[in-house]
């Protein structure tokens, strides 16, 4: 009738999820996406780790969505300490890097998804819903590798030598082919210069590599090729 208003207290609340992401264009991109739907909004978004925790605590979101690269320290990272802090709170990964190095670390580190930034415009409502409702989104190839794996036994070998680096190990890689010198590292990641130092080398060890002068060569490669891919 005329004048009567609609009673939305019937409706069922919109899932509210914190958009974390160093890209405000993709953060908006995003959020325009998600609020498109009904029963989706996002409650916030932060830039980084300290922002991301802070988010957390005010905004009490349903479901976080966090990029592998952030300022302060990495999205494994942030996963990690807010898994240890909410353990319940679900959380999807879209990221640009590749999937069959990160995929597994974030699920390890707490999260219930993954997603390429290249399929995130056709996936990302699929991926959200799915993990909202307690289920695990990740591409077919990786799920297929970590069934394949856990049947078949660890002793396949991994693709890439990449994989045998630890999430930190991982993370000092990176930002050593983003042409950042150990001290920068260690300012970047809060750790002392003989840290960084020891992750080197341990990184060195591991992927066969005779000095500093081959792993930033090697380094600066890989960043090369995942920046060529993801444009």
């Not at 990184?203 to 600066?220: D, F, S, V």
Request: net charge negative; charged share 30%.
């Amino acid at each position: 009738m005329p004048g009567m208003k609609t009673d939305t207290s019937a409706l069922p609340r919109a899932h509210r999820i914190l958009v974390v992401d160093d890209h405000p264009i993709f953060r908006h991109g995003l959020a325009q996406l998600i609020n498109q739907e009904d029963d989706l909004e996002v409650c916030g978004e932060a830039e980084d780790y300290h922002g991301a925790l802070r988010a957390v605590v005010d905004l009490e979101p349903d479901m976080v969505i966090v990029d592998i690269t952030l300022r302060g320290a990495s999205g494994i990272e942030l996963i990690k300490e807010v898994h240890r802090q909410r353990k319940n709170l679900p959380m999807l990964v879209i990221s640009m890097h590749d999937e069959t190095l990160y995929a597994e670390r974030a699920l390890r580190a707490g999260a219930k998804g993954y997603i390429m930034k290249q399929e995130a415009s056709e996936s990302v409502i699929q991926a959200i819903r799915q993990v909202l409702s307690g289920g695990i989104y990740t591409s077919r190839r990786i799920t297929e590798d970590i069934i394949s794996r856990f049947f078949e036994g660890p002793a396949i070998p991994a693709d890439s030598p990449l994989k045998s680096l630890t999430d930190r190990e991982m993370e000092v890689f990176r930002l050593i082919g983003e042409g950042l010198s150990i001290s920068e590292i260690g300012r970047r990641l809060h750790l002392s210069v003989k840290t960084v130092g020891t992750h080197r080398e341990r990184i060195k060890e591991k992927l066969h590599l005779k000095n500093a002068t081959e792993l930033l060569r090697y380094a600066l490669y890989w960043v090369e090729q995942e920046r060529a891919s993801d444009s």
